[in-house]
């Protein structure tokens, strides 16, 4: 009699175990995507330029996290290249959701997000003597963007690097201290501006960078072009 028992216990533990597991593997199915997964398909779609799946998979990224920066990041960067919107779709949207919440966004979203908006803006913008919007909206976070940089993104459709930003920046000062109506920053008395001495600290980093003469020949005429506006300021290098 004690056998049976103990026959019907183990059966009884056997069947409990195997409907425990049944339930459990038919419930549980696949996990969903998380929006770090979403977001790297939607880049890698963004690389090859097929941009309308790259735009389908950052948009379901952001249906899973609302907020995850790299995604808004490629959101915006989709809408600027993608035929079906405007560029300035794109910059409009980085600057909402990336420079709009610059101090909560990575280093690589914000280097990416603020290089973008620079380079678009400084083409586009219509500067106001005296004024730079690029200046208070911009500048102050990305001043010291590190010379080698680049966009982790870039495809045959974009190439934004460091040099070029830094270029901007140069130029852009020039731009500053050739319309400004104020007499900021004179240095000792040499007649030198500060703005003229930030010019020179952006044309700088791209000079001094040890593959300078593998950049693209535009990207080195530029910069000689500045040098040359620089040197006849008084600048020397």
Known sequence: MKKSYLYI???????????????????SGPSEPTAAELTAEGWTAFETGDYSTALSKFEEALSTDSSYYDALLGKGFTYFLDP??????????????????????????????????????????TFVPGTCPLYSNVYDYIYDLTPTWEFSHNNGDINIIAAMVHLKFSHMFIYIDDNSTDSN???????????????????????????FGDLSQDIQ?????????LQEKNLTF
């Open 9 to 27: 216990g183990i059966i009884f533990i056997i069947s409990f175990l195997l409907i425990s597991c049944g339930g459990s593997s038919s419930s």
């Open 185 to 211: 920053g004179i240095d000792d008395g040499d007649g030198i501006t500060d703005y003229l001495e930030y010019s020179k600290m952006h044309l700088d980093y791209v000079l001094n960078l040890a593959d």
């Open 221 to 229: 005429d530029y910069a000689n072009d500045l040098k040359t506006i």
């Open 84 to 125: 079906a919107y405007l560029e300035e779709d794109g910059v409009s949207f980085l600057e909402t959701e990336i420079l709009g919440n610059v101090n909560s966004v990575s280093d690589s979203v914000k280097n990416a997000g603020l290089s973008l908006i620079v380079l678009h803006r400084f083409r586009e913008q």
